[in-house]
């Protein structure tokens, strides 16, 4: 098998630079802390309240 020595601190590089780089152009949207915890909160259309949801 290959070595994957190096793939974990490449991914991370990635994801800081990715994270940066959506800081930098939608900053205003992400501060918008009311608006994220209204969406991260907010019922799907397809499930009922009291209800699991449904598997695939």
């Known amino acids: ?9 490449e991914l991370h590089e990635h994801a ?16 918008d802390w009311d608006g994220l915890t209204h969406l991260l ?3 799907s259309p397809e499930e009922e309240p009291g209800t699991e ?4």
Do not use: F
């Not at 098998?1 to 601190?9: I, L, Q």
């Open 41 to 43: 909160l907010e019922e």
């Open 53 to 56: 949801p449904r598997s695939p």
């Open 16 to 31: 800081v630079y990715l994270v940066d780089s959506l800081w930098d152009c939608a900053a205003p949207l992400l501060k």
């Open 1 to 9: 098998m290959g070595s994957r020595e190096g793939e974990g601190s």
